[in-house]
């Protein structure tokens, strides 16, 4: 009897979860006219395809989707590079004020957006990077490398560092023990940390809206916003765009699902 309650409890909240996705792939598949029916109808006549193709016809989709990416996998291995190099400096090395440099990389993850915006927007209009991506890859690379320091950090510190201790008595300096001994053993906590640091920047909006004001330089976030008109809404193409943007996360979840589990449980159990 239990069991049976437990898979209906979680057939229950699959589907609670499954819900909105599965209204916003019916949605993209009808005719605009047909979206805002009533009563609403999962199936509707003249269901088609046409949404996606017209996407990319009134909006220049594609050019949003090489920045997001482009973007979003640089600022991934900007952070990745200073975040570990970082993180292994606090996991292993003892210096003045290491304490209070975490508590400002938690406590930087507490600040809204928008109270900081004007400062990085003078700043960013100063470098003269203003629209343009190497602005957006800095500002997301910024914005996400306190997150990467606190997983990596965590990860360090569930190595035994008399691994790495070892490998200095032999000869290696910090830097070879970090990417001969660590880094191996790291690489579960490395994709796990690398996905986050991924989502974080494809997903990101705020920044992106701010800074650009080109459609060459708009990411999906933000074009996906621009079927949103003065006198209409496109529904079914915005539903549309919104299950283009979902795949490259979820067909990247799948890749590095494995990696993505090994690297929450890392240090779990010893």
């Known amino acids: 009897m239990k069991k049976f309650l437990l898979i209906s409890l979680m057939i229950l909240l699959a589907v609670l979860i499954l819900f909105p996705f599965l209204w916003m792939l019916s949605t993209s598949l009808k005719p605009l006219a047909q979206v805002a029916s ?3 109808k999962w199936v509707t006549p003249g269901m088609s395809l046409a949404a996606y193709r017209d996407m990319f016809r009134f909006l ?3 050019t949003f989707t090489l920045n997001s990416l482009y973007i979003a996998c640089t600022a991934t291995l900007l952070s990745l590079f200073i975040g570990i190099l970082a993180a292994y400096a606090l996991a292993r090395l003892s210096f003045r004020g290491k304490t209070m440099l975490l508590l400002l990389f938690l406590l930087s993850q507490m600040l809204p957006g928008s109270s900081i915006i ?3 927007f003078q700043l960013i209009r100063s470098l003269g990077l203003y629209d343009t991506l190497f602005g957006l890859i800095l500002t997301h690379t910024a914005v996400i490398i306190p997150f990467v320091i606190w997983l990596l950090y965590g990860f360090f510190k569930s190595i035994p560092a008399e691994i790495e201790q070892a490998a200095l008595v032999d000869g290696c300096s910090h830097m070879r023990a970090l990417y001969k001994v660590s880094l191996p053993l790291l690489l579960p906590g490395i ?3 690398a996905l986050f640091a991924f989502l974080s920047s494809w997903n990101e909006f705020f920044f992106s809206m701010i800074l650009t004001s080109s459609d060459m330089k708009r990411t999906i976030p933000v074009g996906i916003g621009l079927f ?4 209409t809404e496109v529904w079914n193409q915005m539903c549309a765009a919104a299950i283009f943007f979902s795949l490259p996360p979820f067909l990247l979840f799948l890749l590095l699902q494995k990696t993505f589990v090994k690297g929450l449980s890392a240090g ?3």
Do not use: N, Q, R, S
């Not at 949103?228 to 006198?231: A, Q, Y």
């Open 191 to 193: 994709g796990a940390t």
């Open 60 to 62: 220049p989709f594609g």
């Open 38 to 40: 009533l009563p609403p």
């Open 118 to 120: 004007i400062p990085l």
């Open 268 to 270: 779990a159990v010893k």
């Open 228 to 231: 949103v008109g003065e006198f």
